[in-house]
């Protein structure tokens, strides 16, 4: 039941003066609880974060956007457009031919665009782009996790852990991490 019915539901109850019944003051107080403890659940925030599992939609929707229309969907990956930059999640994907990073979303990273994605190195000195590149070798659709340490999207460009998921699509290599 919605706030908003329970809340009018409250008010009907509480309009009818006639009746003072010490049963219906106790479900008045039920009601009112009630809607206060839900409100507080349905109209909490999201995290700052996005989780493992909305890091898989958003690649799979990445594949499909790809396998739809690959110039378009890589100018929205790099514009962070159709639902492709949520909170830290974002898309990135590079040419499995050569690992030529074409796609980032990430817009503490730009300046990878063009990169050999098999240079990658984090901040303790791990090649992760190596590894990148390898999920990106396996057959189409299999997606293997890669775990290290990347900045997220904002202001604070300190890396942090982060694990992407990377897939094969066609001709292109394409991930989406979420941070822990």
């Known amino acids: 039941m919605s706030r908003s019915r329970i ?3 409250v ?3 509480s309009s009818n ?15 009112s609880a009630a809607a206060l403890a839900l409100s507080s659940v349905a109209f909490a925030q999201q995290p700052d974060h996005g989780t493992p599992e909305q890091a898989k939609a958003m690649l799979l929707k990445a594949e499909s956007a790809v396998k739809a229309d690959k110039t378009k969907a890589i100018t ?11 909170r830290d999640l974002y898309v990135f994907c590079a040419n499995a031919s050569d690992g030529k990073i074409v796609a980032q979303g990430n817009p503490n990273a730009k300046q990878q ?14 090649n992760f782009g190596v ?5 990106g070798q396996k057959p189409e659709g299999q997606i293997t996790e890669v775990s290290y340490m990347f900045p997220k999207p904002g202001s604070d460009t300190k890396p942090v852990p ?4 990377v897939t094969r699509v066609s001709d292109l290599i ?4 979420y941070y822990k």
């Not at 590894?131 to 999920?135: G, P, Q, S």
């Not at 982060?162 to 998921?165: A, E, Q």
């Open 162 to 165: 982060k694990v992407s998921l």
């Open 17 to 31: 003066k006639g009746d003072k019944s010490m049963t219906r003051k106790f479900m008045i107080m039920a009601a």
């Open 11 to 13: 008010l009907v109850l």
């Open 113 to 126: 665009l063009g990169q050999d994605q098999r240079t990658l190195k984090d901040a303790t000195g791990k």
């Open 131 to 135: 590894e990148l590149y390898a999920a």
């Open 76 to 86: 929205m990956f790099n514009n962070g457009e159709g639902g492709f930059l949520d």
């Open 174 to 177: 394409c991930g989406v991490g």
């Open 7 to 9: 809340l009018a539901a």
